[in-house]
C-alpha cells in the first residue's frame, strides 16, 4: 500500500530555445514526466505553421485555441540571453522566461512587456505521461468551463444555444467526472478550472503539483483530457494539465475579466513552480 508520508523528488528541466521554448523533458526519480507524441516535423515548423503535437510543455501565448493555434510563440525561435533564460519579441509584446531550481523544484519566472491595455492569454500546455489510474486535484467545487466539445458527452439540449462553454463545479461539471484521468474510453475535451492557480496529479506514488502565482490577474488550471478520442482519424491518448493566465482558451471568447491584461507600468510579471514527491510503500494490513 501506499502511506501517507511523502518525500520530495528533486526535478530537473530541459528545453529548445530554438523551436519555441518549448519544454523538452522534466524528470526526477527516474521518472519523466512530459509526455512524447506521435506527431513528426515538429523540428521544421515555420511561424504561424498549423499546430504539431510533439508532446513536452509548450509555451501558448496570447491564445491557446484560435488563432494562431496555440498561440504565436510556440512555432518561434526564442533567444538565449544567459543561462536558463530567453527571450521572444513580437511586434505587440515581449516576453522573458528565466527557469531555474532549488533543491529540485522547478521555478519559471516569466515578464511580458507591452503597451498598458494589451490583453492575452497563456498556458504552460503541459502534456503529461500518464497511466489511466491517475488523478487530478483540485478544490472541490472548483467553477469549471467545459468547453464545446464536451456537448457530445451531455444529453441532448443540455448545451446552452450560443454559448462556448458550460459551467460547472468541480470535480463533476454537467455531471461529467474530470478529476479521473483514464483509462481510455474514446472520448476527448477542454476544460478551464476558474481562479484555480494550484492544482496536484497524483499517479501511483508520485505526485506532482503545479502552482502559478500572478498578482492583479485572472489565474486557471485548463485541461486537455483526449483518452483516444482524438484526432478522429488517428486518434492517441494525451492528457494536459496546464496553469494558465485567463480563463478561456480562445482570446476571441474572452470577456473583461477572462484575460490577462498588461497594466499602466507596461508589464506582468508571473511564476509557475513545479515540484514533485513520492508517497512511501508500506505492507498492507
Known amino acids: 500500500m501506499v502511506t501517507g508520508a511523502a518525500g520530495p523528488v528533486p526535478l530537473r528541466v530541459a528545453y529548445d530555445a530554438a523551436r519555441g521554448g518549448r519544454w523538452t523533458s522534466l524528470r526526477g526519480g527516474g521518472?519523466?514526466?512530459?509526455?512524447?507524441?506521435?506527431?513528426?516535423?515538429?523540428?521544421?515548423?515555420?511561424?504561424?505553421?498549423?499546430?504539431?503535437?510533439?508532446?513536452?510543455?509548450?509555451?501558448?501565448l496570447p491564445t491557446v485555441r484560435g488563432r494562431p493555434d496555440h498561440g504565436e510563440v510556440w512555432s518561434r525561435p526564442w533567444r538565449t540571453t544567459a543561462p536558463g533564460t530567453v527571450v521572444i519579441e513580437?511586434?505587440?509584446?515581449?516576453?522573458t522566461r528565466r527557469i531555474t531550481d532549488s533543491d529540485g523544484?522547478?521555478?519559471?519566472?516569466?515578464?511580458?512587456?507591452?503597451?498598458p491595455g494589451h490583453r492575452?492569454?497563456?498556458?504552460?500546455?503541459?502534456?503529461?505521461?500518464?497511466?489511466?489510474g491517475a488523478r487530478l486535484d483540485a478544490p472541490a467545487g472548483t467553477l469549471t468551463r467545459l468547453h464545446p466539445e464536451a456537448a457530445a458527452l451531455l444529453p441532448p439540449a443540455a448545451w446552452p444555444a450560443g454559448s462556448p462553454w458550460l459551467t460547472g463545479p468541480w470535480p463533476a461539471p454537467a455531471g461529467l467526472a474530470l478529476d479521473t484521468l483514464g483509462p481510455d474510453d474514446g472520448t476527448a475535451l477542454g476544460a478551464v478550472l476558474l481562479d484555480c492557480p494550484r492544482v496536484q496529479v497524483t499517479d501511483g506514488a508520485d505526485r506532482l503539483t503545479l502552482?502559478?502565482?500572478?498578482?492583479?490577474?485572472?489565474?486557471?488550471?485548463?485541461?486537455?483530457?483526449?483518452?483516444?478520442g482524438w484526432p478522429a482519424a488517428a486518434p492517441y491518448r494525451s492528457v494536459g494539465v496546464e496553469p494558465m493566465l485567463g480563463?478561456?482558451?480562445?482570446?476571441?471568447?474572452?470577456?473583461?475579466?477572462?484575460?490577462?491584461?498588461?497594466?499602466?507600468?507596461?508589464?506582468?510579471?508571473?511564476?509557475?513552480?513545479?515540484?514533485?514527491?513520492?508517497?512511501?510503500?508500506?505492507?498492507?494490513?
Open 31 to 60: 521518472r519523466e514526466w512530459l509526455w512524447r507524441g506521435p506527431e513528426p516535423g515538429r523540428h521544421d515548423v515555420r511561424p504561424d505553421d498549423a499546430f504539431i503535437d510533439a508532446g513536452g510543455l509548450e509555451e501558448c
Open 90 to 95: 513580437r511586434p505587440t509584446f515581449t516576453v
Open 105 to 115: 523544484v522547478v521555478v519559471a519566472d516569466y515578464r511580458l512587456a507591452a503597451d
Open 120 to 132: 492575452f492569454v497563456w498556458a504552460a500546455h503541459a502534456l503529461l505521461d500518464l497511466s489511466a
Open 211 to 228: 502552482e502559478l502565482e500572478c498578482d492583479g490577474q485572472p489565474r486557471s488550471t485548463a485541461l486537455w483530457r483526449n483518452l483516444n
Open 247 to 285: 480563463a478561456a482558451f480562445d482570446l476571441a471568447d474572452a470577456g473583461p475579466s477572462d484575460a490577462a491584461v498588461v497594466p499602466p507600468a507596461g508589464e506582468v510579471a508571473w511564476r509557475l513552480t513545479i515540484s514533485a514527491h513520492r508517497f512511501h510503500r508500506g505492507r498492507s494490513r
